[in-house]
């Protein structure tokens, strides 16, 4: 059993991220076009107002939960969320949506997509970054969902980014079991890559194989 598990700890030290190397790299891209939208939007105001058009970022997926994977394809990725100080009301979520997807979709060597949940900034190099846009709306977080030309289900969804992450770090009070759950949610992805990427199937996304493992996980030892 022992043997077993080693070869597992061996295993997720093949697949997991680099926390210096790929991570940086990501970090930089991400904080980079933080930044570009922030001073692009420093004049811009919430519609029908005089208050600034503001937000504020949260990480969000593996980067955050320290789940992340080296992909098949080089195609490394980090999400960020943009979480604008307004309420619902205050902006339709589809225009916000393609407020940042303009403002990113101005300089060259990237090419910026308007996906269903989020503004994805590909860079030819391999990686590329996913900004999901919220709105605040008095700290009921609802999430910016739809595709731009698709008038059907474009709406504000409720989503609660920041309670998920809390929940999944929560999922032990032991370094060591939440270590093993990190290294299963891992395991999960790349059966995922390996069994969905080269035959056309939907994939699971990820953060549903996350929250499965995170409500499958046991709280008391487990080992492979």
Known sequence: MATLQNEFTQFNEKIKLGTYDENSILRDKRDLLVTELRDALKNELVPNTDRALTFTKLDLGSYAMNTGIKPKNSDYDIDVGIIFDLTNDEYESNKLKQLVFDTLNKKPN????????????????????????????????????????????????????????????????????????????RALKKWKENKFTDNGNAAPPSVGLTIQARNAFFTTPRKI
């Open 110 to 185: 990237r090419t910026v997509e308007f996906n269903r949940p989020c503004i994805t900034v590909k860079y030819s190099d391999g990686y590329h970054v996913d900004l999901a846009v919220y709105a605040n709306n008095n700290n009921d977080i609802h999430i910016a969902w739809g595709k731009r030309n698709s008038v059907e289900n474009r709406c504000w969804f409720k989503a609660d980014p920041k309670g998920l992450i809390t929940w999944v770090a929560d999922v032990s009070s032991e370094a060591e079991k939440r270590a093993q759950f990190r290294r299963c949610v």
